[in-house]
């Protein structure tokens, strides 16, 4: 059975590029899996629904909801304020 979400990504090891595979069958875990990418600044080559590639509209709206957990997370780790101020005052948190 294929896993409904699959991202394929690079880890970059000095002179050596090693690419690997993330699977699961959620989505929220699929977007938290990207914002550990995100976070780490290691390149996303491609997501896979149902093993076909999403379409750029689609890809692209998941890395943007990642973007915006990241910078959830560290505003507020940055001002030390809890998610329920930060989605108040900032309007990350979805």
């Known amino acids: ?3 409904k979400y699959n991202v394929e990504y690079t880890v970059d090891l000095g002179r050596h590029a090693h690419t690997s595979h993330y699977t699961t069958d959620d989505p929220v875990a699929c977007e938290q899996f990207l914002t550990e990418l995100l976070e780490r600044g290691h390149r996303i080559r491609g997501i896979h629904h149902d093993g ?5 509209v689609d890809s ?3 890395i943007k909801t990642a ?5 959830a997370k560290r ?3 940055a001002l030390a304020i809890k998610p ?3 989605r ?3 309007g990350f948190t979805a």
Request: with cysteine; charged share 30%; proline share 8%.
């Open 60 to 62: 692209d709206k998941m």
């Open 84 to 86: 329920e101020e930060e």
């Open 52 to 56: 076909v590639e999403l379409p750029k």
């Open 88 to 90: 108040y005052r900032f």
């Open 1 to 3: 059975m294929i896993p």
């Open 67 to 71: 973007a915006s957990m990241l910078a």
């Open 75 to 77: 505003i507020c780790i």
